[in-house]
C-alpha cells in the first residue's frame, strides 16, 4: 500500500500541468512564465504542461495583485481544480501587492484569497526561478501526502 | 480457447503499452523537431497515471457513461482486430466509441466543449467513409472482410492499393488528431479551445479517453500493417514510416477550418480511393 502511494506521489511530480492566471499584473511576470515554454528553457522535459482549462490543472501560477474585481474569478479557478493542487504566487505583486498594494481597489497579495504553497518574488521573477517555484511547490506537495498517509496510519 | 484468451489478453494490454509508447515517441520528436529536448519516453504514462488518481469533479453522469463506452468500444475493436475478426465490425465498433465521446463532451454546457464536439463530429463525417472504402478496397482484392484471410493473402497490398493507403494515411491524420486537422482537440490546443472536446472531461475520466485514445492509434496502425501483410519486417517499416509521417505532417502544417477540411478530404480521398476501386474492377 505504501509502495503504490509513493508510485502515485512521484507521478503527480513527474507531470504537473500549470494554469497561469494574470490576476491584474502589468505582464512583465507573465511574459516569462511563457517565457519557460521556449526551447530555451523547455519544461516539457519536466512533463509541464501549460494548460488552459482548470480542470486539467495541478498547479495554479498566479501574478498580479489581487482587486475586488478579480478575487472572485480567482477563488472560482481554484475551485475548478481538483485536488491535490498547488498555488504558486509570482512577482512582487502576487506575493504582496507590490507596489499597488495601497491602491483603493487592490485587496493584496495571492495570499489574501486563495492558501499559497510557494512564493516567487522578482519584479519580474527569471524564468529560473519560476522553475525552482514549481519545483519546491511539488516537493512540498509529496512531504504533506506522506505527512497525511502517515497520519492516517496512525 | 486458451488461445482466444490469450489473444483478447495480448489486445488489452498491447493497447495502452504500444499506444503510450507511440504518444510519448511522437512527443519527443515533435519537441526535436522544434528544436526542444521533450519530455521522457515515458511521459504519457506518468500523465495518465497522475490523472488516474486526480480527484473526480464530475460535470454531469453522462460523461462518465460517456467516458467508459469510449473506452469499451475503442478497446472492443482492439481486440476484434487482434482476434482476426471481421473489418466491418471493427469498424463499426470504433465508430460508437468515437461518437460516445462526442455524445459526453455535448452532454456539458461549456461551450468549448460544444465546438470541440462539432467540429468532432465533421472530423467523423470525414474519414469514416473513407475508413469503408479502404475496407472496400480490401475486399475487392481479397474477396473477404476477415482479417485472417487478408493476412494470409500471398502478396503485398500495398502494390494494388497504393492510392487506398494514401487515402488511409488522411483518415490516419485526423485521427491522430494532427495539424492541418486537429480541429477538435489535439496536443497543443490548450489555449484557443481549451482542448475543445476534452474540456469537461477531468481527472481520472480524463485518463480514460487517453487511453481508449491509445486503443485507437494501435487499432488504425493495425489497419496500417495489413498493406504489408507478408512478413514482419514489412508491417514494422510500413507502421513506423507512417508515423513519421504523421509527425512531420503535423509539425509542418497549421490548423485549418472544417469547410476546407471536409472539401479537401472527400475530394482528393474520394477521388484516389475511386479510381484505387476501379483498377481493381479493371486490373
Same mark, same amino acid.
Given at each position: 500500500?505504501?509502495?503504490?502511494?509513493?508510485?502515485?506521489?512521484?507521478?503527480?511530480?513527474?507531470?504537473?500541468?500549470?494554469?497561469?492566471?494574470?490576476?491584474?499584473?502589468?505582464?512583465?511576470?507573465?511574459?516569462?512564465?511563457?517565457?519557460?515554454?521556449?526551447?530555451?528553457?523547455?519544461?516539457?522535459?519536466?512533463?509541464?504542461?501549460?494548460?488552459?482549462?482548470?480542470?486539467?490543472?495541478?498547479?495554479?501560477?498566479?501574478?498580479?495583485?489581487?482587486?475586488?474585481?478579480?478575487?472572485?474569478?480567482?477563488?472560482?479557478?481554484?475551485?475548478?481544480?481538483?485536488?491535490?493542487?498547488?498555488?504558486?504566487?509570482?512577482?512582487?505583486?502576487?506575493?504582496?501587492?507590490?507596489?499597488?498594494?495601497?491602491? /483603493?481597489?487592490?485587496?493584496?497579495?495571492?495570499?489574501?484569497?486563495?492558501?499559497?504553497?510557494? /512564493?516567487?518574488?522578482?519584479?519580474?521573477?527569471?524564468?529560473?526561478?519560476?522553475?525552482?517555484?514549481?519545483?519546491?511547490?511539488?516537493?512540498?506537495?509529496?512531504?504533506?501526502?506522506?505527512?497525511?498517509?502517515?497520519?492516517?496510519?496512525? | 480457447?486458451?488461445?482466444?484468451?490469450?489473444?483478447?489478453?495480448?489486445?488489452?494490454?498491447?493497447?495502452?503499452?504500444?499506444?503510450?509508447?507511440?504518444?510519448?515517441?511522437?512527443?519527443?520528436?515533435?519537441?526535436?523537431?522544434?528544436?526542444?529536448?521533450?519530455?521522457?519516453?515515458?511521459?504519457?504514462?506518468?500523465?495518465?497515471?497522475?490523472?488516474?488518481?486526480?480527484?473526480?469533479?464530475?460535470?454531469?453522469?453522462?460523461?462518465?457513461?460517456?467516458?467508459?463506452?469510449?473506452?469499451?468500444?475503442?478497446?472492443?475493436?482492439?481486440?476484434?482486430?487482434?482476434?482476426?475478426?471481421?473489418?466491418?465490425?471493427?469498424?463499426?465498433?470504433? @465508430?460508437?466509441?468515437?461518437?460516445?465521446?462526442?455524445?459526453?463532451?455535448?452532454?456539458?454546457?461549456?461551450?468549448?466543449? +460544444?465546438?470541440?464536439?462539432?467540429?468532432?463530429?465533421?472530423?467523423?463525417?470525414?474519414?469514416?467513409?473513407?475508413?469503408?472504402?479502404?475496407?472496400?478496397?480490401?475486399?475487392?482484392?481479397?474477396?473477404?472482410?476477415?482479417?485472417?484471410?487478408?493476412?494470409?493473402?500471398?502478396?503485398?497490398? #500495398?502494390?494494388? #492499393?497504393?492510392?487506398?493507403?494514401?487515402?488511409?494515411?488522411?483518415?490516419?491524420?485526423?485521427?491522430?488528431?494532427?495539424?492541418?486537422?486537429?480541429?477538435?482537440?489535439? +496536443?497543443?490546443? +490548450?489555449?484557443?479551445?481549451?482542448?475543445?472536446?476534452?474540456?469537461?472531461?477531468?481527472?481520472?475520466?480524463?485518463?480514460?479517453?487517453?487511453? @481508449? +485514445?491509445?486503443?485507437?492509434?494501435?487499432?488504425?496502425?493495425?489497419?496500417?500493417?495489413?498493406?504489408?501483410?507478408? %512478413?514482419?519486417?514489412?508491417?514494422?517499416?510500413?507502421?513506423?514510416?507512417?508515423?513519421?509521417?504523421?509527425?512531420?505532417?503535423?509539425?509542418?502544417?497549421?490548423?485549418? %477550418?472544417?469547410?476546407?477540411? #471536409?472539401?479537401?478530404?472527400?475530394?482528393?480521398?474520394?477521388?484516389?480511393?475511386?479510381?484505387?476501386?476501379?483498377?481493381?474492377?479493371?486490373?
Amino acid at each position: 500500500m505504501q509502495a503504490i502511494k509513493r508510485f502515485i506521489n512521484r507521478m503527480r511530480s513527474k507531470s504537473p500541468w500549470l494554469l497561469h492566471f494574470d490576476c491584474g499584473s502589468c505582464n512583465g511576470c507573465d511574459i516569462e512564465i511563457l517565457a519557460c515554454l521556449t526551447p530555451i528553457y523547455d519544461v516539457e522535459r519536466f512533463g509541464i504542461i501549460n494548460v488552459g482549462n482548470p480542470f486539467h490543472a495541478d498547479v495554479l501560477l498566479t501574478s498580479g495583485t489581487v482587486n475586488h474585481r478579480n478575487k472572485k474569478v480567482l477563488a472560482n479557478l481554484y475551485a475548478q481544480m481538483p485536488s491535490p493542487k498547488l498555488v504558486v504566487a509570482i512577482g512582487a505583486c502576487g506575493l504582496s501587492g507590490g507596489i499597488f498594494r495601497e491602491a /483603493y481597489n487592490v485587496v493584496g497579495g495571492i495570499d489574501k484569497v486563495l492558501p499559497v504553497d510557494v /512564493y516567487v518574488p522578482g519584479c519580474p521573477p527569471k524564468p529560473e526561478a519560476i522553475i525552482d517555484g514549481v519545483v519546491l511547490g511539488l516537493q512540498k506537495l509529496q512531504s504533506l501526502h506522506e505527512q497525511l498517509s502517515v497520519g492516517k496510519g496512525a | 480457447m486458451t488461445r482466444t484468451v490469450i489473444l483478447i489478453a495480448c489486445g488489452l494490454i498491447a493497447g495502452p503499452i504500444l499506444g503510450g509508447l507511440f504518444s510519448g515517441m511522437d512527443r519527443i520528436l515533435t519537441a526535436r523537431m522544434q528544436s526542444r529536448i521533450g519530455p521522457p519516453l515515458l511521459q504519457p504514462f506518468y500523465d495518465v497515471a497522475k490523472l488516474l488518481f486526480k480527484e473526480s469533479l464530475v460535470v454531469n453522469v453522462w460523461q462518465v457513461f460517456c467516458a467508459y463506452c469510449y473506452i469499451a468500444a475503442s478497446s472492443i475493436a482492439l481486440v476484434l482486430f487482434f482476434l482476426q475478426s471481421d473489418l466491418l465490425l471493427i469498424l463499426f465498433v470504433q @465508430a460508437v466509441g468515437a461518437v460516445m465521446l462526442v455524445v459526453g463532451a455535448l452532454s456539458s454546457t461549456s461551450p468549448y466543449s +460544444h465546438i470541440g464536439a462539432h467540429r468532432e463530429l465533421l472530423q467523423i463525417l470525414s474519414y469514416e467513409p473513407l475508413l469503408v472504402l479502404v475496407v472496400v478496397g480490401f475486399y475487392l482484392e481479397t474477396g473477404s472482410f476477415k482479417l485472417t484471410s487478408i493476412y494470409a493473402w500471398r502478396e503485398p497490398l #500495398l502494390l494494388k #492499393l497504393p492510392f487506398l493507403f494514401i487515402v488511409l494515411g488522411y483518415v490516419l491524420t485526423i485521427k491522430l488528431r494532427k495539424s492541418p486537422f486537429d480541429l477538435s482537440t489535439c +496536443h497543443h490546443a +490548450h489555449q484557443e479551445i481549451v482542448k475543445g472536446l476534452l474540456t469537461d472531461y477531468s481527472g481520472p475520466f480524463l485518463a480514460l479517453t487517453e487511453i @481508449a +485514445h491509445w486503443f485507437e492509434i494501435v487499432l488504425l496502425l493495425g489497419f496500417c500493417t495489413l498493406f504489408w501483410a507478408t %512478413n514482419w519486417f514489412g508491417m514494422a517499416i510500413l507502421i513506423v514510416a507512417t508515423y513519421f509521417l504523421e509527425v512531420l505532417v503535423d509539425n509542418t502544417t497549421s490548423r485549418m %477550418n472544417w469547410r476546407w477540411m #471536409l472539401s479537401y478530404v472527400w475530394g482528393v480521398g474520394l477521388t484516389l480511393s475511386l479510381v484505387n476501386l476501379i483498377w481493381l474492377r479493371q486490373g
